[in-house]
């Protein structure tokens, strides 16, 4: 039993040696430095300065310091009060207890007084970012005045001056005033936020597609969220599309690259504009398709009938020929799933719209359609219900897919526009509309009637 209580005692007595090993100490600070408040003093004899000593680190454990004079007939120091005694020059030195790190002041002493007759700064205004400092220098005439430099701030909140070293520490302006006897010179000082530059910038879309006069806000997002790059908007052709603060307005037919730099960085999109008509978000074409690759004149005109994946027009008034200059009818049905890109006879930058693009004309919640005259001819008009654009699409009628005679022009009874959504290996869908309504329809591929496209 004795020997256990021996053996608990000894783990025990390890354990607190072990612990008190471990034990973290507290270490003193040690002073790494010392600063003065002047470098440069003159004084009249029988006058006095005051110096002051900054000890660096701000928590260091022992600051205390010692002063000396390197010539006591010239100058004598006691706690930093420096006391002229004779004309001359000396230096006086502080010293750190700790680290014995020192700094010096160059005193020079005169008999009399010589008034300073002006200061001028080096510097009349700087802008410098948070935490950033800088450095004024005072010149005094004449050079021999016995007058020191003493500074001031306006806002020590913003930015503090010693001895000439002014540093920034917050946001905002201040003035910084040196003076020599009666005279003073100024220093308008502005802090910035500390700069954090833009590592990226993206745009919400890199394409865009408007009509003329429309308008849309480009959205640019910066990171770091924090950057402090401002967004810079530019257009490569404001003739074509310009922009304002991310603002875009289509100004005329064709297009433009809208670019927003950040700093170094930079993101675009590319905008077509159009000379058409938004209904239901699809942008039409004002006019039909006359000859391929042009439009007609006027939104009445029919311009020429196409036979569905063909390029070739026909007239839409007889005698009929193409625009080939045949007049054989082609009363085969073209082949394909859908109108090809080589087929389509639309301007550049336009197409044949397909069947779900038509049928945004028939949402009868978000277009009204009635039928109407305009200019002499009768048509169909529709009307977004929202932005109040509308569409006037002609009662052309067409020409038989047989044997290509017009059907319904001459009284403008009906019209017809193709899609490029094919119905079946024979017949593809288009829009039927008349006095009474309009509607989706299918026919054999050969029957010729309107191409009205829409923006790609």
């Known amino acids: 039993m004795k020997k256990k209580v021996l053996n ?29 408040n002047k470098q440069i003093l003159s004084l009249v004899v029988g006058t006095s300065g005051q110096l002051t000593a900054t000890v660096s680190p701000n928590d260091a454990a022992d600051k205390s310091v010692s002063w000396t004079s390197s010539d006591n007939s010239i100058v004598t120091v006691a706690d930093g009060n420096v006391t002229a ?97 009666e005279k003073t010179a100024t220093c308008n000082v502005t802090v910035t936020p500390v700069s954090i530059p833009a590592e990226s910038i993206a745009l919400d879309i890199a394409s865009l597609t408007l009509t003329i006069g429309e308008g849309y806000t480009l959205t640019a997002t910066v990171l770091p969220a924090n950057s402090t790059e401002s967004v810079v908007w530019t257009s490569s052709d404001n003739a074509k599309a310009m922009v ?53 004149t006027t939104p009445e005109s029919a311009g020429m009938f196409y036979q569905w994946n063909r390029k070739i027009g026909w007239s839409s008034t007889d005698p009929m020929t193409n625009s080939n200059g045949g007049t054989t009818w082609d ?43 305009q200019n002499n001819i009768n048509g169909r008009k529709f009307t977004d219900l929202q932005n109040g654009n509308t569409l006037f699409l002609p009662a052309a009628g067409g020409r038989s897919d047989s044997d290509g005679t017009l059907y319904g022009a001459g009284a403008g009874a009906v019209g017809y526009c193709w899609s490029s959504t094919q119905y079946s290996s024979d017949g593809a869908y288009f829009l039927h509309f008349n006095s009474m309504n309009a509607y989706t329809n299918h026919y054999n591929r050969s029957f010729g009637i309107c191409v009205r496209p829409v923006a790609e």
């Open 8 to 36: 608990f005692f000894g783990v025990a007595l390890l354990a607190t040696v072990i612990l008190s090993a471990c034990k973290p100490t507290n270490e003193p600070v040690k002073v790494t430095g010392v600063s003065l």
């Open 85 to 181: 005694v004779a004309v001359g020059e000396a230096t006086i030195t502080v010293t750190t207890a700790d680290g014995n790190k020192t700094a010096t002041c160059a005193v020079t002493v005169v008999a009399n007084a010589i008034p300073a007759e002006s200061i001028t700064l080096d510097k009349t205004e700087h802008t410098l970012n948070v935490g950033d400092d800088f450095t004024l220098t005072a010149t005094v005439l004449p050079a021999n005045s016995t007058d020191n430099v003493e500074w001031q701030t306006s806002n020590a909140a913003v930015a503090t001056v010693a001895d000439g070293v002014v540093t920034a520490v917050a946001v905002g302006e201040a003035t910084i005033t040196a003076k020599a006897g």
């Open 331 to 373: 009363d085969t049905n073209a082949a394909g799933t859908e109108w090809e890109t080589g087929n389509d006879p639309s301007p550049a930058g336009w197409r044949v719209p397909t069947l779900a693009q038509i049928e945004t004309l028939l949402d009868t919640e978000k277009v009204a359609s009635e039928w109407t005259r």
């Open 244 to 296: 304002v603060n991310g603002l875009v307005t289509a100004v005329s037919d064709g297009s433009a690259i809208i670019t927003a730099t950040a700093g170094t960085k930079s993101a675009t999109c590319q905008v077509s504009v159009k000379d058409g008509v938004r209904i239901n978000g699809v942008i039409w074409a004002k006019y039909n398709v006359n000859m391929p690759n042009a439009f007609a």
